[in-house]
């Protein structure tokens, strides 16, 4: 905790915000996905895409707009950031934004549209692909539409960080992508209900996952104090060791401020608004435990779409 307070304190004082491969082989014999990392490697040049998913137990606790701040604070690191809106329910990546954009993951679903076509670029450095309202499950798809999906995705594989914001809960679609990710991190605040649906999900990736070899992270969100997140904190942690012998990483906390509600009701991101309040530089400390945290050897792109369509 003291190394995050520590951080903030001399983000402030220079007054400054946050900044600073596989070769294709044509083997026959490998995976599509494989192919597709190879290739995503060949043209870009760049190492593996790395894929965070940002989750929580319940919604309501600021889950899309700390994968959209994140995104901006990768973005001002010089990575190259796309969020894809997972949640298949009530989409609002783009609210956070204030954006309509006229095509979703459902028209490429339904194959009426690429994934190029509906990926969108903003004013912030980021791009965006639509959550696709009103659509249930991907684990309905038809074979058809399932492997039009996967040519789809590669679409992505050019950029160095994909953040995918998924639903609040455990439904499959997000369990799904929790399991397709580098990285999954957990949001929580401090309300008692927020701290026992984050442990439902977390015990729930323990349980169906037991060999899951994936960073999970948590973020405590709208904190009043650092020694309010520790606590949390340590008593997540604690819990997924003892009593689930998962390793869960703690990445820092956002605190509660006001300039984030203001940049909500102004459809802008926070760290656009005031990248100087303490959320922002906050979320800057978390991108920065990102980036100095082990990326797992778990394939990158290519992997992700296996993972993400492999099980049953």
């Not at 599509?32 to 190879?38: F, G, N």
């Not at 590669?154 to 499959?172: K, M, Q, W």
């Not at 990736?205 to 020694?227: C, F, H, P, Q």
């Not at 906390?253 to 926070?270: G, H, T, Y």
Request: hydrophobic content about 40%.
């Amino acid at each position: 905790m003291e190394d995050q307070a520590e951080k903030l304190r001399e983000i402030m004082r220079h007054k400054t915000a946050g900044a600073g491969g596989e070769n294709k082989s044509g083997e026959d014999n490998r995976s599509r996905s494989e192919r597709i990392e190879s290739r995503a490697a060949d043209k870009t040049g760049r190492t593996k895409s790395r894929i965070i998913t940002v989750t929580s137990g319940k919604g309501g606790v600021g889950k899309t707009n700390v994968s959209v701040n994140m995104a901006l604070a990768y973005a001002r690191l010089g990575k190259k950031v796309v969020v894809m809106d997972a949640d298949l329910g009530l989409a609002n990546v783009n609210v956070m934004l204030n954006m309509i954009p006229k095509y979703n993951l459902y028209h490429v679903i339904r194959k009426q549209k690429t994934m190029k076509e509906i990926m969108v670029d903003t004013d912030y450095g980021i791009s965006i692909v639509a959550g696709a309202s009103g659509f249930s499950k991907i684990a309905d798809l038809s074979e058809e539409e399932r492997q039009n999906f996967i040519n789809e995705l590669e679409a992505l594989s050019n950029f160095d960080i994909i953040i995918i914001d998924t639903a609040a809960g455990v439904s499959r679609n997000v369990l799904d992508f929790v399991a397709a990710a580098d990285d999954a991190v957990i949001i929580t605040t401090p309300e008692p209900t927020a701290i026992t649906d984050a442990y439902g999900i977390i015990k729930i990736i323990a349980t169906e996952w037991d060999s899951l070899n994936m960073g999970l992270k948590l973020v405590v969100n709208r904190v009043k104090s650092y020694a309010e997140a520790k606590r949390v904190a340590d008593r997540m942690t604690n819990i997924a060791g003892q009593f689930l012998n998962l390793k869960m990483d703690y990445l820092g906390c956002i605190f509660d401020d006001i300039a984030v509600s203001q940049a909500v009701l102004r459809q802008r991101p926070f760290m656009v608004v005031d990248p100087k309040c303490k959320a922002s530089l906050c979320v800057q400390h978390i991108v920065g435990r990102m980036e100095k945290s082990e990326l797992k050897e778990r394939g990158g792109f290519g992997s992700m779409i296996k993972r993400l369509f492999g099980r049953s």
